[in-house]
């Protein structure tokens, strides 16, 4: 947080690293070498991130073929260690009630709400299909043709790292247009 607030005091807002100093109660060479720190980070490239959209599609499918399978190897091997998942039901919908963080907890979750949803038959059967959703691949997940959850995914090198899967219905009419 320092590194950020020293960056911003400094070079966007013009501040001295004298006056940093006093508003952080740190060093001004200490305030400078937060500053660096937080520029050198800024033009960091992030080499982990996949950009493929084919990758991205990929790895999704493959995430889900291992829920269906409650295939655990396949699951760890793409679940990054720290994912995180978030979920919005709009209180009208089943959803998470808080932020899952980590492998093992994301995954219990998943295997315990989404395998059987995989499994079942007839009127409860779900169907999944890829979709575009906030500016990237996603998946949607269809009751008798109509979308009951769409899925979005942060991807790095490490794998999946973070899940956002939407529920509320208020928001999913939005996906009218790919309801089948």
């Known amino acids: 947080m320092s590194e950020r607030t020293a960056f911003i005091l400094h070079d966007i807002f013009h501040f001295k690293f004298k006056e940093i100093a006093d508003i952080l109660n740190k060093s001004s060479a200490t305030c400078r ?17 996949v950009t493929s959209v084919a990758q991205h599609q990929k790895m999704i499918d493959a995430f889900f073929v291992a829920i269906k399978e409650a295939n655990m190897d396949g699951i760890i091997n793409i679940l990054s ?19 899952i963080t980590g492998q093992e907890a994301v995954i219990t979750w998943m295997l315990k709400v989404l395998h059987p949803a995989f499994s079942a038959t007839g009127d409860r059967a779900l169907t999944r299909r890829a979709i575009w959703y ?7 997940l269809f009751s008798k043709g109509t979308i009951v959850t769409a899925f979005n995914f942060t991807l790095s090198g490490k794998g999946i790292e973070s899940i956002f899967a939407l529920r509320n219905p208020d928001k999913l009419k939005y996906f009218s247009n790919i309801n089948r």
Do not use: E, I, M
């Open 134 to 140: 906030n500016g990237g691949p996603g998946l949607g």
């Open 81 to 99: 260690d720290d994912v995180v998942f978030y979920s919005d039901g709009g209180g009208k919908a089943a959803a998470s009630k808080k932020v």
């Open 33 to 49: 070498k937060l500053a660096c720190r937080s520029r050198d980070k800024l033009n960091q490239k992030n080499t982990d991130v």
